[in-house]
């Protein structure tokens, strides 16, 4: 039965509470995912949290109910709590009435099947949480297996990046690594790599994509590095009509993306 | 000569931080762009700033400094100050060098000439601020027209649109109108009118788009009511590869506005 907790200064609370904070979502392996919807995805893909906090309210969702009594039931902790506790550890006035904390996947790219999908999106030195949450989901829609974020990237754990990612933070695989061990990596099997840059000389449109295809998407205000753009086996460029210079990174991905799995239909 | 403002108390000051709220921004007409880029896009647009404040080191880009005298010649405020107050003025740790108040367009559905581009983007009850600017700045590089708002959407205006649209604000046209009072404008002459929805038959690949195009994209919820799609020329899904169950609307709008431009290629 889960337990009932009305103290802000709860040791369950307090450390639900920190995983907002990218540090403690570091040493604790966990983080946090708000909402039932989110939550529902992640047992959707076989995905239980190890904490689940909800409101009377919450717990009155059936969807909800079986969750909590799953978590319970696979050793996890559930604490029934007020909106004003979950208020606090979400950071948002109106809060979700489930909030949960799973433990993070391996980052390593040996855990990455890059015969499992046709497509895997790459992100280099991508700066906002929110573009990473984005792209997983654009991902998700267009059919990728995954992301694989090189270099220093914003943290995928956190709270935006996770409410962006709608769920796809449990449908997509995701790896980390530097850049030449992604390189290494990449070159022990199959793989194009696709590169996008303004100063490419084939258009998107008329570009072959081969499976398995790995898009690259270089950093919000930089674009790709040099180096970077000529490892690449092909560079695009999305023609820009207007006079901004360029699309937003999580643009960029939907775009190419969608082209990708366009240029394949039969 | 720009005057030099360091009181935090100063009127100049005290209205331009008040643009970071929507009420003040109304009874103003005016609104906040930050940073060198857009505003230099903004005059590339052929519009200047009716105050400009700047750091002493904003000064000191020819740039930055041929807009400071341009917005003073024509009648025009520019005050230079601390990056203390630009902080306060921005909100923002990390204050640009430069920031600027712009008096905020017409937005009736008569100033925009629809034979001026052969696509257009309108979204219905759009809540995020960042998804309005994005969406601008995707129309600008996919060679939209401009952004009809239709019913409540966010403010166009506020800093975070403003800030995602690098620019496009300027460039791109902006109307807001009633569903009804959009209609009624959009069959006053050639229009084609495509929703997007996961509900319809045709895949947007497959569909035959015809200028002038207004793509219509709904609520990041919601999506578009049942009533909109009925008065749609044409309904066309993205299919949908995974698990989450949509892409986020600015993804959508950027799929389809670089598919519409796409099948328009001779």
Chains 1, 2 share one sequence.
């Not at 979502?25 to 239980?48: D, H, T, V």
């Not at 039931?73 to 909030?99: F, R």
């Not at 790459?122 to 654009?138: C, F, S």
Request: glycine share 8%.
């Amino acid at each position: 039965m889960p337990r009932s907790v009305t103290a802000f200064s709860n040791a369950t609370v307090k450390r639900l509470r920190s995983l907002r904070d990218k540090k403690a979502r570091r040493s604790e392996g966990l983080f946090l995912a708000e909402g039932l919807r989110i939550i529902a995805e992640a047992r959707g893909s076989g995905r239980l949290p190890e904490i689940i906090a909800f409101s009377p309210a919450g717990a009155q969702h059936p969807l909800a109910a079986d969750i909590i009594a799953e978590t319970e039931a696979t050793g996890g902790e559930a604490i029934e709590t007020s909106p004003d506790i979950l208020a606090k550890m979400s950071g948002k006035d109106n809060p979700q009435t489930v909030i949960a904390a799973y433990r993070q996947p391996d980052l390593s790219l040996e855990r990455i099947d890059r015969s499992a999908a046709p497509l895997w999106i790459a992100v280099q030195a991508l700066r906002d949480p929110g573009n990473i949450g984005t792209i997983l989901r654009t991902g998700d829609a267009a059919g990728a297996g995954g992301l694989i974020l090189i270099d220093e990237c914003a943290d995928p754990f956190s709270v935006e990046a996770v409410r962006a990612s709608m769920g796809a933070l449990f449908t997509q695989g995701i790896a980390a690594a530097r850049w030449d061990e992604f390189i290494a990596w990449l070159r022990t099997g199959p793989g194009q790599l696709v590169g996008t840059s303004l100063k490419a000389d084939h258009d998107y449109l008329d570009a072959e994509y081969q499976a398995p295809c790995f898009l690259l998407i270089g950093n919000e205000q930089q674009g790709l590095p040099a180096d970077y753009e000529a490892a690449c086996d092909l560079l695009v460029k999305i023609p820009m009509a207007g006079r901004a210079d360029s699309l937003n990174a999580a643009m960029a991905a939907a775009v190419m993306a969608f082209q990708v799995k366009a240029s394949w239909r039969g």
